[in-house]
C-alpha cells in the first residue's frame, strides 16, 4: 500500500501528559499537511510543510502543539501538556506540489481522559 | 466553516434513489474537492474540480462546479448501501495557500 499512513490509529491519554503522533506521506510528495477533526464537524487546518519547511500554522495550533518534518519524508505532531480540549482526530495529507489533490490519511484518534 | 455551506447536513434515502448535495462557497474558488468519509476514518478522495462548468464522474457518482455561483452539486444516481458516510467538500480559495477549509458535511444513510 503506498497511501498515506499515521501511527498510531488511537492514543488515549491522561490529561497533562505529552503525546507524539506520526504521519509518512505517500513517496515523492513534496508536501504535508496536518488537519484536525472533531465530532460533526469537516477537517480543520492546522500546518503544513514544503519539503522540511513549515510554511504556515493556524492559529489552533497553540504553543503546546509542534510539528517536525525534519527530513522532508515523515513528520511528527507531538502535542505537549494535553487538555480535554485536544481529544479529535488528527489527520494528515499530503501533495506532489502546490494546487494538486491531497490524498488524507487514516488518522489518528485521541482521548483525552 | 462559514466560508463553505454544505446541504443537507444529512440524508436518508431507499437504496436505488437518487439523491443530490450542495456546497456553497462565500469566497472565489481556485479548486473544490469532494471527498468521503467512513464514520471514525480518514478521507477518500472523490473528485476535484477547477474550471466553471467543470462536471467529473466516478461510477455513480458526478460532482459539477459552477463557477459562477460559487457552488458545486454532487450527485449520486441508483444509491447503493456502499454509498453511506459522510460528504465532505472543500474550497482552495485564491490567495490562502492550497490548505483545504471543508464544510461541516453531509451524512448519508442507505436504507435497505
Known amino acids: 500500500d503506498t497511501g498515506v499512513s499515521q501511527d498510531p490509529r488511537h492514543k488515549i491519554t491522561k490529561r497533562g501528559q505529552n503525546v507524539t503522533f506520526r504521519c509518512d506521506p505517500i513517496s515523492e510528495h513534496n508536501r504535508l499537511y496536518w488537519y484536525r477533526q472533531t465530532l460533526g464537524q469537516g477537517p480543520e487546518f492546522l500546518t503544513y510543510f514544503q519539503n522540511e519547511a513549515q510554511l504556515e500554522k493556524s492559529r489552533l495550533l497553540s504553543d503546546r502543539f509542534s510539528a517536525e518534518r525534519p527530513k522532508g519524508s515523515f513528520s511528527t505532531l507531538e502535542i505537549q501538556r494535553t487538555e480535554q480540549g485536544d481529544s479529535a482526530m488528527y489527520l494528515c495529507a499530503s501533495s506532489l506540489m502546490r494546487g494538486e489533490t491531497q490524498y488524507f490519511g487514516p488518522g489518528t484518534r485521541l482521548l483525552v481522559l | 466553516s462559514q466560508e463553505l455551506e454544505q446541504s443537507p447536513q444529512s440524508l436518508i434515502v431507499q437504496e436505488g434513489k437518487n439523491l443530490t448535495i450542495n456546497c456553497t462557497s462565500s469566497k472565489t474558488l481556485y479548486g473544490l474537492y469532494w471527498y468521503k468519509q467512513k464514520y471514525g476514518e480518514g478521507l477518500i478522495f472523490l473528485m476535484m474540480?477547477?474550471?466553471?462548468?467543470e462536471e467529473k464522474s466516478h461510477e455513480k457518482i458526478t460532482a459539477k462546479l459552477d463557477e459562477k455561483k460559487q457552488q458545486s452539486s454532487l450527485h449520486i444516481t441508483a444509491s447503493q448501501p456502499s454509498h453511506a458516510g459522510i460528504y465532505l467538500c472543500?474550497?482552495?480559495?485564491?490567495?490562502?495557500?492550497?490548505?483545504?477549509?471543508f464544510g461541516k458535511g453531509t451524512r448519508l444513510h442507505i436504507l435497505p
Open positions: 474540480l477547477q474550471k466553471g462548468g
Open positions: 472543500g474550497a482552495d480559495h485564491m490567495n490562502r495557500d492550497d490548505k483545504i477549509i
